[in-house]
């Protein structure tokens, strides 16, 4: 149990493009989700923690203009990239809190390799 | 603002060794603490969820213990085999209940 999907696993787009990215928890319902972006090695940061049915919350520094995410139901969580470019290659990992579970753990993605021409 | 630091950055070893990894943090107010294991351009994978209140979790060859007062953690990877090549993360979790991660350790097990 506790499954979280990422699609696409890796992506290459050209610049000024946008690119979509979907999130979703398998067997369990995510009333919370996040968006992690990682660099090589360097450790996960968090962009944005995404509430279903309400705005995402944006950390301090990440464009929410750039950085489009909707919740929209309690399984699937999407991150899109707008007019992307060559600096936002990176991976990026979503995480779900599975709801019944309370606060205690999440449950990471396998991650999506973004690369921009 | 809670800091996680992960010591060392890198280690490679021989198969069979015994090793220790650790992790330190600023903020003692922890909810729980976690160790991750990441392989090369894939997600995470959890091993090892200690709460607050607990000393330390065992699973197979791996242990974790936490010491929340002087804010560090270790992870014991006991035996290690090549299987057990990736970069370990520590995050550890506040009142908040988002993690902060370390930049992790990446581990080499050479046969």
């Known amino acids: 149990g506790a499954v979280v999907s990422q699609h696409p696993s890796w992506v290459i787009c050209k610049s000024g493009t946008s690119v979509k990215i979907e999130c979703r928890s398998l067997?369990?319902?995510?009333?919370?989700m996040f968006w992690y972006r990682q660099f090589p090695k360097q450790s996960l940061m968090l962009m944005a923690t995404?509430?279903?049915?309400?705005?995402?919350?944006?950390e301090q520094g990440v464009e929410k203009d750039k950085f489009l995410i909707n919740h929209a139901s309690l399984t699937l969580s999407t991150l899109t990239v707008t007019s992307a470019h060559p600096e936002d290659s990176s991976f990026y990992i979503c995480?779900?809190?599975?709801?019944?579970?309370?606060?205690?753990?999440?449950?990471f993605g396998p991650g999506t390799r973004l690369t921009v021409l | 603002k809670q800091e996680v630091t992960q010591i060392p950055a890198a280690l490679s070893v021989p198969e069979g060794e015994n090793l220790v990894l650790n992790c330190s943090f600023t903020?003692?107010?922890?909810?729980?603490l976690q160790w991750f294991r990441q392989d090369p351009g894939k997600g995470l994978t959890s091993l090892l969820l200690?709460?607050?209140?607990?000393r330390e979790q065992t699973s197979g060859r791996l242990n974790a213990s936490l010491d929340k007062s002087s804010g560090r953690s270790t992870l014991y990877i006991a035996a290690s085999q090549p299987g057990d090549s990736a970069t370990y993360l520590c995050?550890?979790?506040?009142?908040?209940?988002?993690?902060?991660f370390g930049r992790g350790t990446s581990l080499i097990v050479h046969p």
């Open positions: 200690i709460q607050s209140s607990q």
């Open positions: 067997d369990f319902q995510a009333t919370t």
């Open positions: 995050a550890v979790r506040g009142g908040s209940y988002i993690p902060t």
């Open positions: 995480s779900a809190r599975d709801s019944g579970r309370g606060h205690n753990e999440q449950f």
């Open positions: 995404s509430n279903e049915g309400s705005k995402a919350t944006y």
């Open positions: 903020d003692s107010a922890i909810y729980n």
